[in-house]
């Protein structure tokens, strides 16, 4: 049991518990897999249920003025959510109210270029490969006086996670990670796929060009839209649900790291020197050995690897979850239950 966390609030919740709507799938390190319906220990809740976090706080954190939630009592044990791309830190809205009931300090910021994280420098590069991400949340944890936590994340936010998780051990208890390992190296990313792999990354070759940044700033809420729509075919969010999250995407700074994020990766633009040693680390594919839950939707459009593919890269504690119901790339927001439950057990472990 987490140090911190009210243990007298998890037992009731794990007594009062109702039927979950999503099922789980379990796969353990050996390979084993059961059924788990309804075997979830929170209060039931629907993707939906909340709309906001209330008011935001800010923090000077190296480059960064950073803006995130804050949920939970200020002596729980610290949980760090982190988003993705083409989302914000509304995918945890439900997540959020689950963990701070269960007694966890949940912090939830919006990644560079989003919301109202913005760049304390007008001379700081807007960069967007993956060790700044990574170089931000140890900054915000610092910034905020946190050791350690427990590191929670879906797309970019699984990977900076998994960046957290491999580099700066030390500073994280356990990771739940949606799609699983997803470190990259440009090296590896200069290899072709087939045909029908490349056809799902179409959005980083249209980035690549001019057209395609104009574009996407242009009609970055319609790109967004379409990418939730592809990412997530049976998710059916409600325009209130998008507009919500699109807001973020005002940032003065996101269209420059979201294109630098996706030409970086394909070795078309350059990142910052400072980070080449933590890079280099990363291109070797570390692995992690913090407790770690993995979780896939059973209806992801977004590319995402195999979880057989990645399994071994876990050496730690490691246990895979399939959930089900049509759910698709935005987890945490379409199945928060599942993922709540994900940060509570690999905290156990």
Request: proline share 6%.
């Amino acid at each position: 049991m987490s140090e911190g966390v009210n243990h007298d609030r998890r037992r009731f919740l794990s007594l009062a518990a109702l039927t979950a709507a999503a099922e789980v799938v379990v796969m353990g390190s050996a390979g084993a897999q059961s059924n788990r319906e309804g075997s979830l220990n929170l209060p039931a809740i629907k993707s939906g249920t909340h709309t906001s976090f209330g008011p935001l706080k800010q923090i000077d954190a190296n480059v960064l003025n950073i803006g995130y939630a804050e949920v939970g009592p200020a002596t729980g044990a610290p949980v760090i959510l982190l988003h993705g791309w083409p989302y914000d830190i509304h995918t945890y809205v439900d997540v959020a109210p689950l963990l701070a009931d269960a007694g966890y300090r949940v912090i939830v910021p919006y990644l560079r270029g989003y919301g109202t994280t913005r760049f304390l420098s007008d001379d700081t590069p807007r960069n967007g490969q993956q060790s700044a991400l990574g170089v931000d949340v140890i900054a915000l944890m610092d910034a905020l006086r946190i050791g350690k936590a427990v590191i929670a994340g879906c797309d970019w936010g699984a990977r900076t996670a998994n960046i957290l998780a491999a580099l700066w051990p030390e500073r994280c208890k356990a990771m739940v990670s949606v799609s699983g390992y997803l470190i990259g190296s440009r090296e590896l990313n200069k290899m072709p796929l087939p045909p029908k792999a490349e056809l799902e990354w179409w959005y980083q070759y249209y980035f690549a060009t001019e057209r395609g940044r104009a574009g996407y700033d242009k009609y970055r809420h319609d790109f967004a839209r379409l990418i939730w729509q592809l990412a997530s075919p049976k998710w059916q969010f409600d325009d209130a649900t998008f507009d919500r999250t699109a807001a973020s995407f005002d940032n003065p700074d996101h269209v420059s790291i979201v294109i630098h994020n996706y030409r970086w990766r394909l070795g078309l633009a350059d990142g910052e020197r400072r980070y080449d040693d933590l890079e280099q680390r990363l291109a070797a594919f570390p692995l992690i050995g913090v407790p770690t839950i993995t979780l896939e939707g059973d209806a992801n459009g977004a590319p995402h690897p195999d979880s057989a593919a990645y399994a071994r890269k876990f050496s730690g504690r490691y246990e895979h979850r399939l959930i089900t119901g049509g759910v698709g790339h935005n987890l945490p927001q379409e199945a928060p239950q599942a993922f709540a439950q994900a940060v509570i057990d690999v905290d156990r472990a």
